[in-house]
């Protein structure tokens, strides 16, 4: 059987070539996109290779950055332009396959199987691909290929990103010799927490984990320590089928806030905001969820404090009237009262919404009646057209939050 010529292309510091890209007096500089450092939004999301250089990575604060690189050059984010080049790069990738799959807005996986005889070598085809991606956009791209998307997404982080060409492949007979010396963490499905898990029982590298025995992986943590063993030997059975994008699993808003939030006040109002938020944006994909995510992290980086806890609903809805309560109840119940610097709700199980599930009573009626006028105002003139006075008070952020794409600026 003929073995799959899979890529995944993967940007170059994407949101950071993109501004480059867009204001050319910027090449050649340390340039780092990151949020407003006065509003505590100062994370790094993206570094120029010349800003990577200082040491400057993604995930750092703004004042480390500019202590590392008293000159690096701050840009805030603009979500709307990135978006725009994502797609113009996917409309490159097409001309070259039908069969492409975005993975993030900077990350596609294309399937080129068999079109050998039309673009040449695999090598020939992402040499075209790179070529094409830099003369039209003005961004580096790199390639890792495999035999399936976890060996192209291996080849690609950890070794086309570091090769001079920006290619590399990784394949049945090559993949052990290649990843197995590598860190534990650098396996893909494997996270910080994870890492830690398999520090214990002594798994420093991905040989390690290859070698024990799968049944043993999945009796201690489930599917996803047999997954992590097939990953560890490079195998992977999913495709790349545009067409069957998996449909999501949940509706999530998650929000770093300007401030440390001390008063309940103040934190149950950004809660109200966001439950308001998902249930909006669930209702207007025609579904419900049954199952509510509240997560909270504290403002102690040195002492991390926090919970990520989930709650089942009494029944699947998209109501804000509903769904708050039970936020109010998981947030009373974990929080600490220590100050928090980050809230994020999730709604999950999503069903779609059928009108038989309605139940009948007169104030389920009307609650319907008018979250439906809501919706279709907002809809019409915008999310801030319609709005609780609550919104009004000190500490809410709706207003702020409005106007942007994935949490910045558009």
């Known amino acids: 059987m003929r073995a799959k010529v899979i890529f995944l292309a993967d940007m170059e510091s994407f949101y950071a070539s993109v501004e480059t890209s867009c204001n050319p007096s910027l090449r050649g500089k340390p340039v780092a996109v990151c949020g407003d450092p006065a509003l505590r939004h100062g994370i790094i999301l993206a570094a120029s290779r010349e800003a990577k250089a200082f040491g400057i990575k993604t995930g750092q604060p703004a004042w480390e950055a500019r202590r590392m690189c008293p000159w690096v050059i701050f840009i805030h984010p603009h979500m709307q332009t990135y978006i725009d080049y994502s797609l113009h790069i996917t409309r490159i990738f097409e001309q070259f396959t039908d069969r492409v799959l975005p993975y993030s807005i900077d990350e596609q996986f294309l399937d080129l199987t068999g079109l050998e005889n039309i673009f040449g070598p695999p090598e020939a085809i992402a040499a075209a691909v790179n070529r094409q991606v830099w003369e039209e956009t003005g961004i580096r791209c790199r390639i890792g290929m495999g035999e399936n998307l976890l060996q192209a997404k291996m080849a690609c982080d950890c070794f086309a ?49 290859a070698g024990l025995p799968r049944e043993m992986l999945r009796r201690r943590w ?19 089928q545009p067409e ?22 103040e934190i149950e109002l950004v809660l109200l905001e966001m439950t308001e938020e998902v249930c909006f944006r669930t209702r207007r994909q025609g ?25 089942k609903l009494p029944e699947a809805t998209a109501s804000v009237m509903d769904i708050y309560p039970t936020v109010l109840r998981v947030f009373r119940k974990h929080w600490d009262r220590k100050p928090l610097r980050a809230v994020g709700i999730s709604l999950t199980g999503l069903t779609v919404y059928r009108q038989l599930q309605i139940r009948f009573s007169e104030r389920c009626e009307q609650e319907e009646i008018l979250t439906g006028a809501v919706d279709r105002v907002r809809e019409r003139f915008g999310k801030t057209s319609i709005f609780r006075a609550s919104s009004l008070t000190p500490g809410a952020q709706f207003f702020q939050r409005s106007e942007k794409i994935g949490g910045h600026d558009s």
């Not at 990843?179 to 991905?206: A, C, D, K, Q």
């Not at 808003?253 to 008063?263: E, G, V």
């Not at 980086?301 to 919970?307: L, M, Q, R, V, Y």
Request: charged share 20%.
């Open 287 to 311: 579904k419900i969820g049954s199952t509510v995510h509240l997560y909270c992290k504290g403002s102690d980086f040195d002492h991390p404090t926090g919970f990520a806890r989930q709650k």
């Open 244 to 265: 069957a994008i998996h449909e999501q699993k949940g509706v999530g808003h998650t929000a770093t806030l300007p401030r440390d939030y001390r008063k309940q006040e």
């Open 161 to 209: 990103k570091k090769s001079p060409d920006a290619f590399f492949e990784l394949n049945s007979a090559n993949y052990a010799p290649c990843t197995w010396n590598l860190p534990v963490g650098s396996l893909f499905g494997v996270g910080h927490r994870m890492e830690r898990n398999f520090y214990r029982i002594g798994v420093r590298t991905i040989g390690h984990l």
């Open 222 to 240: 489930g599917i996803n320590g047999e997954v992590l063993w097939l990953n560890a030997h490079g195998i992977d059975h999913s495709t790349v």
